[in-house]
């Protein structure tokens, strides 16, 4: 197969159109780079009488009749990355390229329920890519909700793949309290298999009625329509296909929380079959806890250190709490010799380090209302850390260097969340990165590390 030198967006989202509240549906572009091999291949003979392989992951199985092959062939399933919109789980690339079956053979795909994350079981299909990398879906496909499989006659060998013909972005996502995930609904819908037949009508657009009605999309916050704000947050606008989800103010009693959107006075085709309802899922789970960690590590004169501080922080309203303030021991090799000098310690005891926490001076929580950006800030108490009081014998003669107070690290806390609400973006001075920043060149610098929970 050729490649593709431009990669097009696999997803495109619907469009509102009007204050009557209906959509205008724009599909998801179908022409896509060729996935990559995640696994490796495997390969079984099949002659004339027929066989079945089975993909190395057990997830598809390929059944072909007898009489379907004039010569004993060998056929092969390779997992690959699934480039097609909407697409969940491994694609497969079938081979021998290019080879023509006499008779139909059966593809099946075993699904989850973490194939349909955000969409409904009955939007799951099949699709194949063509030499020119473009998609499309096989008509006739069975889906059995019991045995969790769907199932479609193919021809030809290609790229194959399962995904789900319309979805919430994000289908599940992190929130923290009090702020916003934008959520869309995306249709994917390559164009139909001209050889296996398709009498679907266009997903999510209007039926092919005289007269018909425009879908409405309703949203709902486990059950109430627009949320109302309550504990469990609240959606904005309650109508189209672009909203925005707010969170609550505390972690809500149920977590997470589910935020669902239902087709109003319409009916959709699906694999032949007529559906009264279409109800689409993402959810999100509310989190208002993070666990700090700040390490140190540094060459003072002579003396190699490392010392750290811990504590937990929770988010409560625009009130942020820490607690759980532990400042561990500092660590250190006690060299007893460098060079010609010799050392003791004669309280080690009394040594802090240089990272000690002790509380909050102020702090802010705020959202970026354009963005849906939660951004915290702390400033920390001063704190004072100390080098240790050292003895020194020399051949040039013994002196004492006593104790030394020293300011204490970190100054502040600052983090960020929104844009990859799964990860936690910390800056502290020059440097920042999600859930780590890790400053050590040559043993000497800090680590920080954030986790939400």
């Not at 057990?58 to 010569?71: Q, S, V, Y």
């Not at 075993?110 to 299909?125: I, K, T, V």
């Not at 997903?203 to 059950?223: E, I, M, T, Y």
Request: proline fraction near 7%; hydrophobic fraction near 35%.
């Amino acid at each position: 197969m050729k490649s593709i030198l431009t990669i097009l967006l696999l997803t495109s989202v619907l469009q509102a159109i009007g204050q009557n509240d209906s959509v205008s549906v724009v599909y998801s572009r179908t022409l896509t780079d060729f996935g990559k091999p995640v696994s490796n291949v495997l390969t079984r003979d099949i002659g004339t009488e027929g066989g079945k392989i089975i993909s190395a992951d057990k997830r598809l199985e390929l059944l072909i009749p007898p009489g379907a092959l004039t010569a004993r062939t060998s056929i092969s399933i390779t997992p690959v990355n699934n480039m097609a919109a909407g697409g969940r789980g491994n694609a497969y690339k079938l081979e021998p390229s290019g080879i023509q079956f006499q008779q139909p053979a059966q593809i099946l795909f075993h699904y989850s329920e973490d194939d349909y994350n955000g969409s409904m079981e009955e939007m799951q299909s099949i699709a194949y890519q063509d030499d020119n990398g473009q998609w499309h879906r096989l008509g006739n496909v069975n889906l059995d909700t019991i045995a969790k499989t769907i199932t479609g006659n193919i021809t030809h060998f290609s790229f194959w793949a399962t995904f789900d013909r319309s979805e919430i972005k994000p289908s599940a996502d992190l929130c923290a309290v009090g702020a916003q995930v934008p959520l869309t609904i995306i249709v994917n819908n390559p164009p139909p298999d001209p050889a296996s037949g398709d009498n679907d009508e266009d997903l999510l657009a209007a039926p092919q009625v005289p007269n018909p009605k425009p879908r409405v999309f309703v949203w709902s916050v486990n059950g109430t329509v627009g949320g109302g704000g309550g504990k469990y947050g609240s959606v904005s606008p309650v109508k189209g296909n672009n909203v925005t989800y707010t969170a609550p103010a505390s972690v809500p009693p149920r977590n997470p929380v589910e935020v669902s959107v239902e087709a109003k006075d319409s009916y959709f085709i699906l694999n032949g079959k007529r559906f009264n309802k279409l109800k689409l899922v993402s959810n999100i789970k509310i989190f208002d806890h993070f666990h700090y960690t700040y390490i140190a590590k540094d060459l003072i004169g002579h003396l190699y250190m490392i010392d750290s501080s811990t504590c937990d922080i929770k988010l409560q309203g625009d009130k942020v709490i820490m607690y759980n303030i532990t400042n561990h021991p500092a660590w250190s090799d006690w060299p007893a010799q460098l060079a010609k000098c010799k050392y003791t310690y004669p309280d080690k005891d009394s040594w802090r380090g240089m990272v000690e926490m002790s509380g909050i001076a102020n702090a802010s929580s705020t959202v970026d209302k354009l963005i849906g950006i939660l951004k915290v800030h702390i400033s920390l108490i001063p704190a004072t850390g100390n080098t240790p009081a050292s003895y020194c014998d020399c051949p040039g003669g013994k002196f004492t260097v006593p104790a030394k107070n020293m300011p204490a690290s970190p100054v502040y806390i600052g983090f960020t969340l929104g844009l990859r609400r799964d990860d936690v973006y910390i800056d502290y001075g020059n440097a920042a990165g999600y859930n780590e920043i890790n400053t050590v060149r040559n043993g000497q610098g800090f680590i920080i590390r954030m986790k939400a929970y």
